[in-house]
């Protein structure tokens, strides 16, 4: 009876020594209206959706080809209607896959895509300064346009020098 007694202390001993000593993990949120805050808009939605982004590529798209630095780049792809096409659609899925909204980018990787060209530091930049213009045309607000710029600046070393 003593033993039993015994082991009986020490389990509730063990017990509320656990009870006592285990950390508090689990915290919960009280909303004054017990309603939780809207998330925020993704960028996708920040930009206006697809009407907007792709009113800002074709123009960013004209202002490459017009470019007197970097044209020379894009004058097969202007020449050519379908590579036009192509490369306007994936460009125009990229930024709304990449800014969360409902598109899937289904192009090759940028390093697939520009391997062989040897696009230099200076042609990316001019490139950059291109899209801001195009954002610029279309009032694009500043922080929309460095949240874009977050999502396409980290290409740049898929991009450039291959």
């Not at 590529?57 to 017009?66: E, L, P, R, S």
């Not at 209607?81 to 990229?94: A, E, H, P, T």
């Amino acid at each position: 009876m003593k033993k039993m007694n015994f082991l009986l202390a020490a389990t509730i001993a063990a017990s509320l020594m656990t009870v006592a000593c285990k950390k508090k993990t689990e915290t919960q949120t009280v909303y004054v209206d017990n309603t939780p805050p809207a998330p925020a808009p993704s960028l996708y939605t920040r930009l206006g959706g697809i009407g907007p982004i792709t009113a800002v590529v074709d123009k960013f798209i004209g202002n490459c080809a017009t470019n007197s630095f970097i044209g020379p780049r894009f004058s097969a792809t202007a020449a050519d209607s379908y590579r036009l096409k192509y490369f306007r659609y994936n460009l125009i899925d990229q930024i709304c896959a990449g800014s969360g909204g409902p598109c899937q980018y289904k192009g090759q990787t940028m390093l697939a895509a520009h391997t062989g060209m040897n696009i230099t530091g200076p042609e990316f930049d001019t490139l950059v300064v291109q899209l801001v213009k195009a954002m610029t045309f279309y009032n694009v607000p500043a922080q929309e346009q460095g949240d874009l710029a977050s999502i396409l600046l980290p290409m740049k070393t898929d991009i450039v020098g291959h």
